[in-house]
């Protein structure tokens, strides 16, 4: 008898663990999809930016003669960059690139125009997704306390760096 009540504790306590397990699971699991999403579409639509401001920079190119304000622009996609370190890069080049459409009227189109506006919007959702990666990391911080603590480094699920999200320049 008292083998029988042994064993319906341990299973007791075995299926307590589990509820446990994976319930966590499900929890930390879907917060790190939800960041991955939130970081693939980031890393989508850098692409679909940088792409946009290469059209830019041959234009640029073509009629700016003094070459060397985007000199290292055309090497971006020959380094391995962090989505990071991509998104700070292509800030710094649309920056002189802006300053530079305003400086020649040549450049200052609406070809060019239309492009630089496809670029904002491709930011603000860039932006949206950085704030729903942040969100969800945050809340991943949060989650990683106690028993999730566990369960979160058996699944090698770990908090990650949060984007930085700057203000929108006023134009």
């Known amino acids: 008898m008292k083998l029988i009540i042994l064993v319906l504790l341990l299973i007791l306590i075995a299926l307590i663990i589990a509820i446990f397990y994976f319930t966590a699971y499900g929890k930390l699991s879907e917060i790190k999809t939800k960041m991955d999403n939130a970081n693939e579409n980031i890393t989508n639509l850098l692409k679909e930016k940088y792409e946009l401001m290469k059209k830019l920079y041959e234009i640029i190119k073509k009629n700016v003669k003094k070459k060397d304000y985007l000199k290292d622009?055309?090497?971006?996609?020959?380094?391995?960059?962090?989505n990071y370190e991509l998104d700070n890069e292509?800030?710094?080049?649309?920056?002189t690139m802006t300053e530079l459409k305003?400086?020649?009227k040549v450049l200052n189109n609406k070809e060019n125009n239309e492009?630089?506006?496809k670029i904002k919007m491709i930011d603000q959702d860039i932006t949206a997704n950085k704030k729903f990666f942040n969100k969800n990391n945050n809340q991943l911080i949060k989650s990683l306390t106690g028993y999730n603590k566990i369960v979160g480094k058996m699944l090698n699920i770990n908090v990650k760096t949060s984007y930085e999200i700057k203000k929108p320049n006023a134009d």
């Open 73 to 82: 622009f055309s090497k971006l996609a020959k380094h391995n960059l962090t």
């Open 90 to 95: 292509l800030n710094t080049y649309l920056k």
């Open 102 to 104: 305003d400086d020649y």
């Open 115 to 117: 492009l630089f506006k």
